[in-house]
C-alpha cells in the first residue's frame, strides 16, 4: 500500500545496530531464497459479486496473515475501488493519530493493520474483462498511485460509469492481446486468469479457431496462466498442455494457481467457491518485493514456482519431470561423464534442442522414475566445464541457462535450452541435429536447408516458429499510461507490435475442413529409381517435406512409416471410418499413444505414422478413443 502503517519495510534490515568496535568492510550478504506463499487473484467487497459484502478489509488482510501468507493481490472485477477503499481506510487512521485524535478503538484497528501489514506484501491490481468476456489479473508493484490503475482502465475501454462498479460484466471492451499489450507496457504483472475454466482464454467449449488460442496463450505480453488443476498429475492437465512439447504451442508457459476468492472461508469442502488462501503457489524468492516476484513471474525458470501442498512433502521438480518421461522438450542423461559418450549426448540434444522447439536436458538422472539418481559431483565445477566446451566446440553458441537442482538427497544440472534465433545450431561446424519426439538424430539436408531459412525469416522479423499459426496482434493504444517504474522492461517482439503477424513459412494445410496432426510423419510420394526406392515424407510438427528418405537412411520414425508403406501397406476396404477418420494402429509408448491414422478427403487418402496423442487437438482426440465397452 502507499502508506506502509508499518515501522519497516520488506526487503530491508530490522533491529540493526552498530557495532561496538570497526570491522573491515565486508560485501553484503545475498539474503538465502526461501519459498513464499502467494495468492495474486482476491476480491474484495469491492467487486459487486462479492458473497460476503459485509466483510470488512482489515478482515481480508487478517485472514491472508493467519493462512500464512507473504503476497496478495487485490483483484476485483474492472476496477481498483476495494484498494482505494482499503488504502483510504488506513491513511485516515494514521491522519487521526498523527493529529492526536484517534479514539482505543480506531487505534486497535491501526494497530492490526500495521501487524498484518508488517507480514504481508498487499499489491494492488484488477481483474480486466476482455472483448468476449475473457478475464485477464493486471498486478501491480505497491507504490502504484489509484489514479494510474484508473487511467489503464479507461484506456482499456472500461466505461467511466461503471469505473468503479467492480462489475465483471463492462460491455465492448479492448481484446485480450491489446490488454496483454497495454498491462506489460505499463510496467504490471499479466496473468491470464483461470485459463481452463469459464472465462479462461483456453475457451473451452467455446468455438473459436485454434489459432486464436494459440495467440492468446502465446503471447510474449503475458507472463503466466493460472490454472485450477496446478496440483493435478497426467498427460490432460493444463501445465502439460503447455510445458512447449505441443509444435503450436512452442513457448512452456508459466502455470500457478490462486483462489480466485469472492468470500473470506470457504463454506465447506465440497463448495467450489474457494475462501482467502484455498488456492496458494509457492515462489522461491530472496525478498519479499514486486521486483524479486517480477522477477520469477518474468522469467523462465518455472521450477521457482510450485502449488503450495501445506505440509506435505515439498515438490521435486525432477523426479516431476522423470515421471512425465522424456519427449520432444525433455531429455535425461544419468552423467556427463566422455567416456561413454555421454558428454557427446548432451551436446546432441542441446543442438537439437537449439534447432527444434528448445526443452531441458536433465544431468546425473536417468530417466526411469524408479532409478535413483547419481548425480553431479561438484555441479558448479561441472557447469562451468558445460559452458567451456559449449562456447568451443559450438557455433554459434546456443541460447542455454545452465544450473543445478536437488532431488532424492542429491544434485542434478538442468540445461535449459531456448530455440534459437540463429539456427542452424552446428557442433563442430558442421554437425546439425534435430529433434523427432524422443529422438535425437543428424539433419538431413532437406532440414538443414529449412533451418536455414527458419533462421534468416527470424533474423528479418517475419516469423517466430515453424509451427506458429497465423495471427492478428494486438493494435498499439492511442494512449497508453506511461509506466511508474522507471526499469520497465519489454520485449523486442512486444517493442513493435504490427498490425498483423504475416502467415508462417510453412502453414498447417488441411483435408477438406480437418487440420493434419501436429506430430508424426506421412510418406507423400514414392519412386523407384535404380531398384531403390526413395519417398518424399512430410514432417506433421513443422509441415516440412523431406525429399529422397530410403528405407536405408530412415531415422526411426521414418523408417518405420516406410516400411508399413513397402511391406504391409494398409487395407482401406476393411478399416472402420469415423466421420473420415480411421485407426489404423494404436500402441502405447511411455506416458503417450501412438497412432497410426488414414484420413479421407477431396484429394484421396491420406495416412500418418507415429501420431502422438499430444499432437491430436480435442476434435481428433474424440474421433480415435477407444469405444467405450458396455
Same mark, same amino acid.
Given at each position: 500500500?502507499?502508506n506502509?502503517?508499518?515501522?519497516?519495510?520488506?526487503?530491508?534490515?530490522?533491529?540493526?545496530?552498530?557495532?561496538?568496535?570497526?570491522?573491515?568492510?565486508?560485501?553484503p550478504?545475498?539474503?538465502s531464497?526461501?519459498?513464499?506463499?502467494?495468492?495474486?487473484?482476491?476480491h474484495?467487497?469491492?467487486?459487486?459479486?462479492?458473497?460476503e459484502?459485509?466483510?470488512?478489509?482489515l478482515d481480508?488482510?487478517?485472514?491472508a496473515?493467519?493462512?500464512?501468507?507473504?503476497?496478495?493481490?487485490?483483484?476485483?472485477?474492472?476496477?481498483?475501488?476495494?484498494?482505494a477503499?482499503?488504502? @483510504?481506510?488506513?491513511?485516515?487512521?494514521?491522519?487521526?493519530e498523527?493529529?492526536?485524535?484517534?479514539?482505543?478503538?480506531?487505534?486497535?484497528?491501526?494497530?492490526?493493520?500495521?501487524?498484518?501489514?508488517d507480514?504481508?506484501?498487499?499489491?494492488?491490481?484488477?481483474?480486466?474483462?476482455?472483448?468476449?468476456?475473457?478475464?485477464?489479473?493486471?498486478?501491480?508493484?505497491?507504490?502504484?498511485?489509484?489514479?494510474?490503475?484508473?487511467?489503464?482502465?479507461?484506456?482499456?475501454?472500461?466505461p467511466?460509469?461503471?469505473l468503479?462498479?467492480?462489475?465483471?460484466?463492462?460491455g465492448?471492451?479492448?481484446?485480450?492481446?491489446?490488454?496483454?499489450?497495454v498491462?506489460?507496457?505499463?510496467?504490471?504483472?499479466?496473468?491470464?486468469?483461470h485459463?481452463n475454466s469459464?472465462?479462461?482464454?483456453m475457451?473451452?467449449?467455446l468455438?473459436?479457431?485454434g489459432?486464436?488460442?494459440?495467440?492468446?496463450?502465446q503471447?510474449?505480453?503475458?507472463?503466466?496462466?493460472?490454472?485450477?488443476?496446478?496440483?493435478?498429475?497426467?498427460?490432460?492437465?493444463?501445465?502439460?498442455?503447455?510445458?512447449?512439447?505441443?509444435?503450436?504451442?512452442?513457448?512452456?508457459?508459466?502455470?500457478i494457481?490462486g483462489?480466485?476468492?469472492h468470500?473470506?472461508?470457504?463454506?465447506?469442502?465440497?463448495?467450489p467457491?474457494l475462501?482467502?488462501?484455498d488456492?496458494?503457489?509457492?515462489?522461491?524468492?530472496?525478498?519479499?518485493?514486486f521486483?524479486?516476484?517480477?522477477g520469477?513471474?518474468?522469467?523462465?525458470?518455472?521450477?521457482?514456482?510450485r502449488?503450495?501442498?501445506?505440509?506435505? @512433502?515439498?515438490v521435486?521438480?525432477?523426479q516431476?519431470?522423470?515421471?512425465?518421461?522424456?519427449?520432444l522438450v525433455?531429455?535425461?542423461?544419468?552423467?556427463?561423464?566422455?567416456?561413454?559418450?555421454?558428454?557427446?549426448?548432451?551436446l546432441r540434444?542441446?543442438?537439437?534442442?537449439?534447432?527444434?522447439?528448445?526443452?531441458?536436458?536433465?544431468?546425473?538422472?536417468?530417466?526411469?522414475? @524408479?532409478?535413483?539418481?547419481?548425480?553431479v559431483?561438484?555441479?558448479?565445477?561441472a557447469?562451468?566445464?558445460?559452458?567451456?566446451?559449449?562456447a568451443?566446440?559450438?557455433?554459434?553458441?546456443p541460447?542455454?541457462q545452465?544450473?543445478?537442482?536437488?532431488?532424492?538427497?542429491?544434485?542434478?544440472?538442468?540445461?535449459?535450452?531456448t530455440?534459437?534465433?540463429d539456427?542452424?545450431?552446428?557442433?563442430?561446424?558442421?554437425?546439425?541435429?534435430v529433434?523427432?519426439?524422443?529422438?535425437t538424430?543428424l539433419?538431413?539436408?532437406?532440414?538443414?536447408v529449412?533451418?536455414v531459412?527458419?533462421?534468416?525469416?527470424?533474423?528479418?522479423?517475419?516469423?517466430?516458429?515453424?509451427?506458429?499459426?497465423?495471427?492478428?496482434?494486438?493494435?498499439?493504444?492511442?494512449?497508453?499510461a506511461?509506466?511508474p517504474?522507471?526499469?520497465?522492461?519489454?520485449?523486442?517482439?512486444?517493442?513493435?507490435t504490427?498490425?498483423e503477424?504475416?502467415p508462417?513459412?510453412?502453414p498447417?494445410?488441411?483435408?477438406?475442413?480437418?487440420?493434419?496432426?501436429?506430430t508424426?510423419?506421412?510418406?507423400?510420394?514414392?519412386?523407384?529409381?535404380?531398384?531403390?526406392i526413395?519417398?518424399?515424407?512430410?514432417?506433421?510438427?513443422?509441415?516440412?517435406?523431406?525429399?529422397?528418405v530410403?528405407?536405408?537412411s530412415?531415422?526411426?520414425?521414418?523408417h518405420?512409416?516406410?516400411?508399413?508403406?513397402?511391406?504391409a501397406?494398409?487395407?482401406?476396404?476393411?478399416?472402420?471410418?469415423?466421420?473420415?477418420?480411421?485407426v489404423?494402429?494404436?500402441?502405447?509408448?511411455?506416458n503417450?499413444?501412438?497412432?497410426d491414422?488414414?484420413?479421407?478427403?477431396?484429394?484421396g487418402?491420406?495416412?500418418?505414422?507415429?501420431?502422438?496423442?499430444?499432437?491430436?487437438?480435442?476434435?481428433?482426440?474424440?474421433?480415435?478413443?477407444?469405444?467405450?465397452?458396455e
Amino acid at each position: 500500500m502507499t502508506n506502509d502503517p508499518g515501522s519497516t519495510q520488506r526487503g530491508r534490515s530490522r533491529g540493526a545496530t552498530p557495532s561496538a568496535r570497526p570491522v573491515a568492510a565486508r560485501p553484503p550478504k545475498r539474503p538465502s531464497p526461501q519459498w513464499r506463499r502467494m495468492d495474486l487473484h482476491l476480491h474484495t467487497p469491492g467487486s459487486n459479486d462479492y458473497q460476503e459484502p459485509h466483510i470488512s478489509y482489515l478482515d481480508i488482510l487478517r485472514q491472508a496473515s493467519a493462512r500464512g501468507l507473504d503476497i496478495i493481490a487485490i483483484t476485483d472485477h474492472n476496477t481498483v475501488a476495494g484498494y482505494a477503499a482499503m488504502q @483510504k481506510e488506513v491513511e485516515q487512521l494514521l491522519w487521526l493519530e498523527s493529529r492526536g485524535r484517534i479514539d482505543p478503538l480506531e487505534q486497535r484497528q491501526l494497530d492490526e493493520y500495521r501487524r498484518v501489514l508488517d507480514k504481508l506484501l498487499v499489491l494492488p491490481g484488477f481483474e480486466f474483462t476482455a472483448t468476449f468476456g475473457f478475464h485477464i489479473l493486471g498486478i501491480f508493484p505497491p507504490e502504484t498511485p489509484v489514479s494510474y490503475l484508473e487511467h489503464l482502465l479507461l484506456t482499456l475501454r472500461v466505461p467511466p460509469a461503471l469505473l468503479r462498479e467492480g462489475s465483471s460484466t463492462v460491455g465492448a471492451t479492448s481484446d485480450v492481446l491489446t490488454a496483454y499489450h497495454v498491462i506489460n507496457e505499463a510496467g504490471g504483472l499479466v496473468i491470464a486468469a483461470h485459463v481452463n475454466s469459464g472465462n479462461g482464454v483456453m475457451m473451452r467449449g467455446l468455438d473459436f479457431g485454434g489459432q486464436t488460442r494459440v495467440a492468446y496463450t502465446q503471447d510474449p505480453n503475458v507472463h503466466a496462466l493460472e490454472v485450477t488443476d496446478l496440483e493435478k498429475r497426467g498427460n490432460q492437465t493444463t501445465r502439460r498442455f503447455f510445458d512447449g512439447s505441443k509444435p503450436e504451442y512452442p513457448r512452456p508457459m508459466r502455470c500457478i494457481q490462486g483462489s480466485d476468492a469472492h468470500r473470506l472461508i470457504r463454506e465447506s469442502a465440497t463448495s467450489p467457491y474457494l475462501g482467502v488462501g484455498d488456492r496458494v503457489t509457492e515462489v522461491l524468492l530472496e525478498e519479499v518485493s514486486f521486483e524479486a516476484l517480477a522477477g520469477v513471474i518474468r522469467g523462465n525458470d518455472h521450477s521457482l514456482t510450485r502449488p503450495y501442498r501445506g505440509t506435505a @512433502k515439498a515438490v521435486d521438480f525432477v523426479q516431476l519431470a522423470r515421471e512425465e518421461g522424456e519427449s520432444l522438450v525433455q531429455a535425461f542423461h544419468p552423467t556427463m561423464n566422455q567416456r561413454g559418450g555421454h558428454l557427446d549426448n548432451i551436446l546432441r540434444d542441446i543442438c537439437a534442442m537449439a534447432n527444434t522447439n528448445g526443452g531441458t536436458i536433465y544431468i546425473g538422472v536417468p530417466a526411469d522414475a @524408479k532409478a535413483k539418481p547419481e548425480g553431479v559431483r561438484e555441479p558448479a565445477r561441472a557447469i562451468e566445464a558445460l559452458r567451456t566446451t559449449l562456447a568451443k566446440r559450438f557455433s554459434p553458441k546456443p541460447p542455454v541457462q545452465i544450473d543445478s537442482l536437488p532431488t532424492q538427497g542429491t544434485t542434478v544440472v538442468r540445461v535449459t535450452v531456448t530455440p534459437g534465433p540463429d539456427a542452424p545450431y552446428a557442433i563442430d561446424s558442421n554437425l546439425f541435429y534435430v529433434r523427432d519426439e524422443t529422438e535425437t538424430t543428424l539433419a538431413v539436408r532437406d532440414e538443414i536447408v529449412q533451418l536455414v531459412e527458419r533462421g534468416l525469416e527470424r533474423r528479418a522479423g517475419v516469423v517466430a516458429t515453424p509451427a506458429e499459426e497465423p495471427a492478428r496482434a494486438a493494435p498499439t493504444p492511442a494512449a497508453a499510461a506511461p509506466a511508474p517504474r522507471a526499469d520497465r522492461r519489454r520485449s523486442e517482439t512486444a517493442r513493435a507490435t504490427p498490425a498483423e503477424k504475416p502467415p508462417p513459412a510453412n502453414p498447417p494445410a488441411t483435408n477438406g475442413k480437418r487440420e493434419r496432426p501436429r506430430t508424426g510423419v506421412e510418406l507423400v510420394e514414392s519412386q523407384e529409381r535404380d531398384g531403390t526406392i526413395y519417398h518424399t515424407l512430410r514432417d506433421l510438427r513443422s509441415g516440412n517435406l523431406i525429399n529422397n528418405v530410403t528405407r536405408s537412411s530412415a531415422r526411426r520414425l521414418w523408417h518405420y512409416a516406410i516400411t508399413q508403406a513397402e511391406t504391409a501397406p494398409p487395407d482401406l476396404s476393411s478399416v472402420q471410418w469415423r466421420q473420415n477418420v480411421a485407426v489404423l494402429n494404436r500402441r502405447p509408448k511411455g506416458n503417450s499413444t501412438l497412432y497410426d491414422l488414414a484420413v479421407r478427403a477431396d484429394d484421396g487418402v491420406h495416412v500418418y505414422y507415429g501420431v502422438t496423442d499430444s499432437g491430436l487437438s480435442e476434435e481428433w482426440l474424440a474421433l480415435v478413443e477407444e469405444p467405450r465397452r458396455e
